[in-house]
């Protein structure tokens, strides 16, 4: 595969993640828009931005990384910013998953945001934490200017999972 192919495909993944919410703009305009709204006091909803902004930033990273030829960088960045065991991931543990264990990841805030979560969503963004682990371990196999497609294939699922989510729920 070409640098400019691999780049592309990338940057396709990544337009996709975020054009969900223009596409969901249109669909507006000529059908309601379905999606269950979040009543999260102030100070919640800023936090909830907050770790949103930092996924996509985290995701714009790994495909840099995958893009320079380095798997196993880009799967550093997603076992720690967006996987099962980042601080991101926190609030979407099952209930009491990280009770005793890592609790020191679990803050204050990520508790209360458990909590405040719909169960439905909370799973949501357990899946995408899970997909983006799955990347890593999958990045980490791609040899140096390697083959970047199975970790394509594997960085596409974490899209979709952010995209299922910004389908179903949105801020009140
Ligand atoms: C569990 C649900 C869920 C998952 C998973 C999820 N998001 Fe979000 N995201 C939301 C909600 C809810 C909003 C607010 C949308 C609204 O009110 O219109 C949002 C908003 C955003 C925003 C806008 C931030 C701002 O400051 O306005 C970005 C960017 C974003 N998400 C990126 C991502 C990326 C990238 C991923 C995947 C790596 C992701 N999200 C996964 C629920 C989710």
Do not use: W
Not at 16 to 34: F, L, N, R
Not at 79 to 107: N, T
Not at 137 to 147: C, L, Q, S, T, Y
């Amino acid at each position: 595969m070409k640098a400019t192919t691999i780049i592309a495909s990338a940057g396709i993944l990544v337009l996709g993640a975020v054009g969900v919410a223009a596409q969901q703009q249109d669909h507006m305009s000529m059908a309601p828009d379905t999606r269950r709204p979040l009543d999260f006091p102030d100070h919640m909803r800023r936090h909830l931005l907050m770790n949103m902004r930092s996924h996509f930033e985290a995701l714009g990273d790994i495909v840099s990384a995958l893009g320079a030829g380095d798997g196993p960088k880009a799967g550093q960045i997603a076992k720690e910013r967006l996987g099962l065991e980042s601080p991101a991931a926190a609030a979407c543990q099952k209930p009491g998953a990280k009770a005793d264990s890592e609790s020191s990841h679990m803050s204050h805030m990520a508790a209360m945001m458990g909590e405040f979560m719909p169960e439905q969503m909370r799973a949501m963004g357990f899946a995408m934490h899970e997909a983006a682990s799955d990347f890593a371990v999958e990045a980490a196999k791609m040899p140096p200017g390697g083959d970047p497609k199975p970790a394509l294939i594997a960085l596409a699922k974490v899209t979709q999972n952010c995209a299922a989510c910004h389908a179903a729920y949105r801020l009140k």
